[in-house]
Every structure is written in structure tokens, then in C-alpha cells.
């Protein structure tokens, strides 16, 4: 259907149907006053259903792209305890005197807190517990190398996992 058949109940009129004389300006001008009430009555009754239609087709539409949308994305979960680095926010931000090659992550940090909905309080080396929450999506698992694990078995601050 046409979003002016949804809104309307009929399909617009056309100038070039008016002047070719089609089916439908043919059948409409056989129709007395009281006639033509009657049709456009019947054509509102029917205007429920196809709206209805309408909007389930549309829904549908919608969850077939989120699905589509979401079928890459890997939810991440973390426990508490679990060291994590933290993103550098807002993203792209430049530290003076290193320029483009400035680090994109900070840390590592130690979840103290699961809040819910994907939301984390983080603890960070000293022990100090980070006022405001961050989402999941910012972080990521911190693997440490060979040099990060010598710093993190002398840290005290910081538990092993």
C-alpha cells in the first residue's frame, strides 16, 4: 500500500487518470451521492486491516536487518577481579607530544563492580575506585605480555586471576 492509500483509505487521484478516463474515474462518476458514501465507507472499514498489515510488515522488515546488523557482534561479559584495559575516550583523542601515535587503550584495570546492563566500576593500580561507571564495549581483556607480567606480579595493587 501507498502511505497516502494508509493515510487517505484510497489511492490518489491522478490528473492523467482523469483525463484518459480509467476504470476507476469511470465506475466513481456511475455513482450517485449516497452510492459513493457507501463505497468510500467500505474502503475506511477495510483501511484497519491493511494498516495492520502494513505495520506487521514493517516490523518485520526491521528485525530482519537488526538481525542481519547483529549478527557479527560478540557480546563481551567480564567478572569481578578480571583485569581489563579501558578505552581512551572520546576515541581519537591525541596525547600532546606523541601525536598519531598515541595510545588507543589505558590500564590495566581490575573490575571491582558489575553494575548491570553491560555496565562496570573499575579499580585501577593504586586501588583507587574510579568514580564513574563504563560500558562493556569499552573495554577488553587484558593478556599480559612478558614485560606486563613482571610488572604485575611486583604491583600489589593489582590481584592475579
Sequence with gaps: MTP?????GHD???PMEIAVQSLRIAHQHKLVGEEYSQAMLMELEGLDASRIDTL??????????????????KNKSFEEGEIVWKAILPLGTH??????WSPTWEGPFVINQILGMGAYRLQDRDGEIQ?????????????PT????QAVQ???GIEQV
Design 56 to 73: 506487521n510488515k514493517l516490523l518485520a522488515g526491521k528485525q530482519a536487518v537488526s538481525r542481519a546488523y547483529n549478527k557479527r557482534v
Design 12 to 14: 490518489a487521484v491522478l
Design 154 to 156: 611486583t604491583d600489589p
Design 95 to 100: 596525547i600532546a607530544g606523541y601525536g598519531k
Design 146 to 149: 612478558m614485560w606486563d607480567s
Design 131 to 143: 568514580a564513574a561507571p563504563i560500558n562493556g564495549k569499552w573495554l577488553k581483556k587484558f593478556y
Design 4 to 8: 497516502y492509500a494508509l493515510t487517505y
